[in-house]
């Protein structure tokens, strides 16, 4: 039996979307760094005080050094300004604001600017006249 035709078609092929913690984890991390604990939420490679979910948050590598937020204050006001990646479906970002540590208050974030892959966001904190003496700012991120 002979058989005669003709097919068309086409191959595409994605490279993988990194659109959430456990995406990056597998994109990230070697299978040993896995087994070693160093793919954890709460673990920390490298060291500069940035914990791997806040690496994913900020879009930055565990392994290398990673700059703080930017936190600045004027005479009534202070802000925290980070870059973020855009399209990460699994965060919430916070930037919140305490006189104590202790009990925390939500600040509203602004998008600053955005380019193709990541966005400058900056959370404020308009500091009242009769405000307290100290006050503190930090990034939370939620999974």
Do not use: C
């Amino acid at each position: 039996l002979n058989y005669a035709g003709s097919v068309n078609g086409s191959l595409v092929i994605d490279a993988p979307s990194i659109r959430d913690f456990n995406g990056w984890v597998a994109a990230t991390f070697s299978t040993l760094q896995l087994a070693g604990g160093e793919a954890e939420a709460t673990a920390d490679p490298d060291g500069d005080g940035l914990v791997n979910l806040a690496e994913y948050a900020l879009g930055s590598d565990p392994y290398s050094f990673t700059q703080q937020p930017q936190v600045s204050r004027t005479a009534d006001s202070f802000s925290i300004t980070f870059q973020r990646p855009r399209m990460l479906e699994d965060l919430t970002y916070h930037a919140e604001v305490s006189s104590n540590l202790r009990d925390w208050t939500g600040l509203s974030l602004e998008v600053l600017s955005v380019d193709s892959d990541r966005e400058t966001v900056r959370g404020n904190y308009s500091i009242p006249s009769d405000g307290p003496v100290r006050s503190f700012i930090r990034l939370r991120f939620e999974k």
